[in-house]
C-alpha cells in the first residue's frame, strides 16, 4: 500500500511539475492525484467504512484552508477594485530594485508574523502586480516574498499553520516562540535577501500609475483599504480570543466588509455598483488556485491516512540517531510534502512526556519546517499561493530561487543550533 501510494503522489507531483510543457492544468493534475491516492488507499485498505470516516475528518481541516484562502482572496480583490493598493504604492518612492526588495521582504517578514504567511503572500501578489510590470523582475521578487513569508510565520505563533499547531497542542508557549525562532527566523531571510540584492542592479521598468475608478471617491478607497486591512488583522484575534478556527474570522471579516461596501455604494447605479461589489470579487478571484490547493491537501491526508509519513518519520528516529539532524530532515522533506501532516505525525511520534512544552525539539521542528517549505514552490501555502496566482514556473523556481531558500534555511539552523542546543 505505502509503495503504490508513494508513486502515485510522485507520478502527479512531477506532472505537476511539467505543466508548461505538457499543457496540462496543475490544478486538474492535482485534483485527479488526490482522488486516485484516496482511491487506492481504499481498495487496499480492509475497512472502507473507515477509510471514508478518515476522509471526511481531513476534509473538516482542508475545508478550513480553503475557506480561509476563498475569504482572505475576495478581501483582496475587493481592495483592488476600490485601487485601494495605490496608497502603498504611492507610499513607496524609490525605483531600485534593491531598495525596493528589502522594503519589500521586510514588509512581508513582519506582516506575515501578524496575518499569516498565506494572507499576506496573497496580498504582496496583488500589490506586486501594481508595482512590477515586467513578469521577470516580478517573479524574482516573488520568489524572495515566499521566503520572507515562510520566514516571518515561523518565529510567531499565528504566523503559520505548523507553529499554530504547536502552540495548540501545547508544545511551545507563544512569548517563548517568539523569542527563540525571531533571530533565526530573520537570518533565514536576511541571508538571501542580501546575496539576491547584490545580484540585482538598476530600476524597475516603472511603478504604475493610479488607474482612476471615477466612481470611486477618496474617502471610500480609504474606507475599504483600512476595513479590508483591519478585517484581515483581526482574524488572529478574533482565533486568540474564540478559539474557533481561523476561517471562522475570514469569514465574519469578509461578512463586515461585505456590509460596508454594499453601505457605501448603495445610492449609485447598478453598474457601478457591481464593479465595487463582493460578488463581483468572488467572480475575479482566482479558482483554479483554490482546487489546486485542494487537490494537493487531498492527496497529502491520504499518504497520511495510510500511514506513510508515520513510517517515515519512524524511520529516521531509528536510523539518523542526531535529533537536530532528524527535525532539518523533517523540515527539508516539507518541501515536497506539506509541513501540517509532517507536523502532525511528528507531534502524535513524540509526546510531552518525552520532549516537554518548550523543548528544543519543538522549537526547532517549528523553524525547520516553516522555513524548509521554502526550498520548493509547492512545499508551502505561499508558495502554492504565487504558483497559482502567477502561474509561476516549477523548475524557474527551482532554478533561481530555490538555492537561495537553502542557504537562508541552513544559517538559520545553525543560528538556532549555535543559541540554544
Not at 242 to 248: A, G, K, Q, V
Not at 298 to 316: P, R
Request: net charge neutral; glycine share 8%; with cysteine.
Amino acid at each position: 500500500m505505502v509503495l503504490i501510494l508513494s508513486i502515485i503522489f510522485i507520478i502527479g507531483y512531477f506532472l505537476i511539475t511539467l505543466e508548461n510543457k505538457i499543457g496540462i492544468n496543475k490544478a486538474a493534475l492535482a485534483l485527479l492525484t488526490g482522488v486516485l491516492c484516496w482511491c487506492a488507499y481504499l481498495f487496499m485498505a480492509s475497512d472502507s467504512h473507515l477509510v471514508s470516516e478518515q476522509l471526511m475528518h481531513h476534509l473538516s481541516e482542508i475545508s478550513g484552508i480553503l475557506f480561509f484562502l476563498l475569504g482572505a482572496m475576495t478581501i483582496v480583490e475587493l481592495i483592488d477594485a476600490h485601487d485601494g493598493f495605490h496608497i502603498i504604492i504611492t507610499a513607496i518612492k524609490t525605483t531600485n530594485k534593491r531598495k525596493l526588495l528589502w522594503i519589500l521582504c521586510i514588509i512581508t517578514f513582519l506582516l506575515s508574523a501578524v496575518l499569516d504567511n498565506l494572507t499576506t503572500t496573497i496580498l504582496m501578489v496583488s500589490l506586486l502586480r501594481k508595482i512590477i510590470p515586467d513578469k521577470n523582475d516580478r517573479w524574482l521578487f516573488l520568489g524572495l516574498v515566499i521566503i520572507a513569508a515562510n520566514a516571518g510565520g515561523a518565529w510567531s505563533p499565528i504566523g503559520d499553520v505548523t507553529t499554530t499547531m504547536l502552540w495548540i497542542g501545547g508544545q511551545i508557549t507563544g512569548v517563548n516562540i517568539i523569542m527563540k525562532l525571531i533571530i533565526p527566523s530573520a537570518i533565514c531571510l536576511l541571508v538571501p535577501l542580501t546575496i539576491a540584492s547584490l545580484r540585482l542592479k538598476g530600476n524597475i521598468q516603472t511603478l504604475t500609475k493610479e488607474v482612476s475608478i471615477s466612481v470611486v471617491s477618496k474617502y471610500h478607497r480609504y474606507i475599504i483599504f483600512f476595513s479590508g486591512i483591519g478585517v484581515l488583522l483581526g482574524v488572529p484575534l478574533f482565533k486568540s480570543v474564540t478559539h474557533l478556527p481561523p476561517f471562522m474570522g475570514m469569514l465574519l471579516g469578509l461578512g463586515i466588509l461585505w456590509i460596508i461596501s454594499e453601505i457605501i455604494h448603495k445610492d449609485k447605479d447598478t453598474d457601478d455598483k457591481d464593479a465595487l461589489s463582493v460578488v463581483y470579487a468572488l467572480r475575479k478571484i482566482d479558482t483554479p488556485s483554490i482546487l489546486f490547493f485542494l487537490g494537493i491537501l487531498v492527496a497529502i491526508s491520504a499518504l497520511q491516512s495510510a500511514g506513510v509519513l508515520t513510517q517515515f518519520a519512524e524511520f529516521l528516529d531509528r536510523n539518523v540517531g542526531s535529533e537536530s539532524l532528524v527535525v532539518m530532515i523533517i523540515g527539508l522533506f516539507s518541501a515536497i510534502v506539506d509541513n501540517v501532516p509532517l507536523v502532525a505525525a511528528s507531534i502524535g511520534m513524540y509526546d510531552l512526556s518525552q520532549y516537554p512544552t518548550d523543548h528544543f525539539f519543538w522549537q526547532f521542528l517549528a523553524l525547520s519546517t516553516g522555513t524548509g517549505g521554502s526550498a520548493l514552490i509547492i512545499g508551502s501555502a505561499a508558495g502554492v499561493a504565487v504558483m497559482g496566482m502567477e502561474n509561476m514556473d516549477f523548475f524557474w523556481y527551482l532554478k533561481n530561487i530555490s538555492w537561495l531558500a537553502l542557504i537562508g534555511f541552513f544559517a538559520g539552523a545553525i543560528t538556532f543550533i549555535a543559541f540554544f542546543s
